[in-house]
């Protein structure tokens, strides 16, 4: 199962260059890293891009007009041939240990849909509330999963 991974870039890279990386050394062969700029390539933009784009298998879409993250996310999906596609933020810290690609493959097989599990990191009152937002939206759809076979809900982050 081929697995691309799509990451929008708008405004600031933050962890791009460490999150390229970690999926570029994760011993899953089937897979494609696509990043994809939401709009001008500033120099805030370039410079991760110029130490990215030596990976493999990673390419790199931009010299388009800002039209928002969805946009580019569905600019990007068009422009691959996968059989699962990974969305991602570029803040995303991913776990430091090989075989999450794999891990993904197989959670995939048999569904349409997958959603993995989030872990907020950020500190003070609002990333509490976000993260407790987030495990009581797995919870339930893993309840819901388990009583129904399927869960008629997703968070909303995914889309």
């Known amino acids: 199962m081929k697995i691309a991974a799509l990451i929008p870039v708008y405004s600031e890279p933050k962890g791009l260059v460490a ?13 494609e890293i696509v990043v994809v700029v939401d709009g001008e390539t500033t120099a805030a933009i370039a410079g991760p891009l110029d130490t990215i784009a030596v990976l493999p298998p990673l390419s790199i879409i ?32 991913l776990p430091n240990r090989d075989g999450f690609l794999q891990m993904l493959a197989e959670s995939f097989e048999g569904s349409e849909l997958v959603e993995i599990p989030k872990i907020g990191i950020g500190k003070g009152f609002l990333a509490s509330m976000m993260k407790l ?27």
Do not use: V, W
Request: glycine share 6%.
């Open 19 to 31: 999150l390229c990386k970690r999926l570029a050394a994760d011993t899953y062969r089937d897979k």
């Open 62 to 93: 931009q010299g388009r007009r800002h039209l928002g993250k969805a946009h580019a996310q569905n600019r990007a999906a068009s422009e691959t041939d996968t059989d699962a596609i990974l969305f991602l933020d570029n803040d995303i810290l």
């Open 133 to 159: 937002e987030f495990l009581a939206n797995i919870y339930s759809a893993e309840c819901m999963a388990s009583g129904l076979g399927a869960c008629p809900s997703m968070n909303g982050a995914a889309f």
